[in-house]
């Protein structure tokens, strides 16, 4: 009777070191998981920050236009330096803005975070709790 009972022993620390295993390789791969959404999500933010960014540069054009090109071309239709320079820098300006809110919108659509990982950790954490 010993011998069955030491068997039924061992079989039971077996599968308590297989449980602890297979656990521990199960939060390793929730982990990883994790690491490949947070990386999914961060370039899925790019192409928002690229829009950003050629808004900023638009905007900035629009300085420049409105130092030069548009008191210098306006000024010759109208005959108003100042009026020529208002006119088109506005326009400029609301175009880099437009470029910008894009931008921002396209940012705000994102979700940063593992949203597909955690209710698979939460099962697997009441799956462990249950177990142990």
């Not at 030491?6 to 449980?19: H, M, N, V």
């Amino acid at each position: 009777m010993e011998t069955t009972a030491s068997a039924g022993e061992k079989s039971i620390r077996d599968l308590i070191s297989d449980l602890t295993t297979k656990s521990t390789d199960l939060v390793r791969k929730e982990i990883q998981l994790a690491k490949v959404e947070i990386s999914e999500a961060i370039d899925g933010l790019e192409s928002g920050l690229v829009s950003l960014a050629l808004g900023g540069v638009v905007v900035l054009a629009g300085g420049l236009v409105l130092l030069a090109a548009a008191v210098l071309g306006l000024d010759l239709l109208i005959g108003q330096p100042a009026l020529s320079a208002l006119i088109v820098g506005l326009a400029v300006i609301a175009i880099g803005v437009a470029i910008l809110l894009n931008g921002r919108s396209a940012l705000s659509k994102e979700e940063v975070g593992p949203d597909k990982i955690v209710p698979s950790l939460r099962e697997d954490a009441e799956m462990i709790r249950k177990h142990f």
